[in-house]
């Protein structure tokens, strides 16, 4: 199907590009995403959403990207279970979170995965979000301020035009989603599939919509993330760095989008330190040190 193929080089095969000479991809052959021993279904919001769960100690919430899964941090989670209670869901409408309704918002994903730390009994948590995932994972902190003890984003952007998003991808998104809609006009069935294809396409192309002055309400420390050739423009990772009050910036060079992948070592390292350490305002002189 021309419009799942073109999806599908959107979310899944640029990160896979990389392994394409090594024979079977991690992505497939990962035992995350489809562990028996470690997931569970939880009745959220009028869906059965899908995670599962890793290791011991204070709760850490990872989020996926538009179209992903839970496989897609898979060298993310054995890292962290050494030293946290790993929690990670695929989103509503993706991997095996199945809902096929005909509504889809980061704003519904967000309350989703508040809901589940409800469902856990998990008043407060680490977050990691990637692409999509760090735009769920900022709304979580702006809208339920409560439950999120230190965020880091990659990838994450706060509206969908060329100010925040690379031109080529944004025109390349732009034109996909005119092909699917396009499409989807000359088909007498509409599958499920499809409608959920058609969705996660919609808030690539038209979502979010967060304003500055909300970023301002993010109490938590931050850790902002991009790569110097991300798909989310590097000036606009600096702007979401800047406006939260407790916020550092991490750009990678020579780094596009997929940090937690291609710089896993150096990601995990960086992110496991800011959970680790304390959050520290550098004022005055400090700034020569």
């Known amino acids: 199907m021309k419009l799942k193929i073109s999806l599908l080089l959107i979310f899944g095969l640029f990160i ?50 538009n179209g992903g899964s839970i496989n897609n941090f898979l060298y993310q989670i054995p890292y962290f279970a050494k030293n946290y209670q790993v929690i990670i869901a695929d989103s509503r409408a993706q991997g095996k979170s199945i809902d096929h309704t005909d509504s889809l918002s980061y704003e519904m994903m967000a309350d989703d995965l508040n809901a589940l ?58 034109k996909m989603n005119k092909i699917g809609q396009d499409s989807v006009k000359k088909m007498k069935t509409v599958t499920p599939a499809i409608k959920d294809q058609l969705k996660l396409l919609h808030l690539l192309s038209y979502e979010p919509h967060i304003k500055l002055e909300d970023l301002k309400m993010i109490s938590c420390p931050t850790l902002v993330i991009g790569g110097d050739h991300d798909v989310i423009l590097p000036k606009h990772t600096m702007l979401i760095a800047q406006t939260i009050p407790n916020a550092y910036l991490w750009i990678l060079p020579n780094s596009g989008h997929s940090t937690p992948i291609y710089y896993k070592d150096m990601f995990n390292q960086v992110v ?3 959970f680790s350490k304390p959050y520290r305002k550098i004022e005055g002189f400090g700034k020569f040190n």
């Open 272 to 274: 496991g330190d800011f």
């Open 16 to 65: 896979k590009t990389g392994f394409a000479q090594q024979g079977n991809s991690p992505f497939d052959t990962t035992k995350y995403g489809r562990n028996a021993a470690a997931g569970k279904y939880a009745d959220i919001r009028g869906f059965k959403m899908y995670y599962e769960t890793y290791g011991k100690g204070e709760p850490l919430l990872i989020i996926h990207g």
């Open 117 to 174: 730390l409800d469902k856990l009994n998990l008043k407060q948590c680490y977050v990691i979000g990637w692409s999509d995932g760090g735009i769920n994972g900022l709304l979580l902190a702006m809208h339920h301020p409560d439950k999120v003890k230190k965020l880091a984003v990659t990838g994450a952007n706060l509206w969908p035009d060329t100010t925040a998003v690379d031109p080529f991808v944004y025109n390349y998104v732009m």
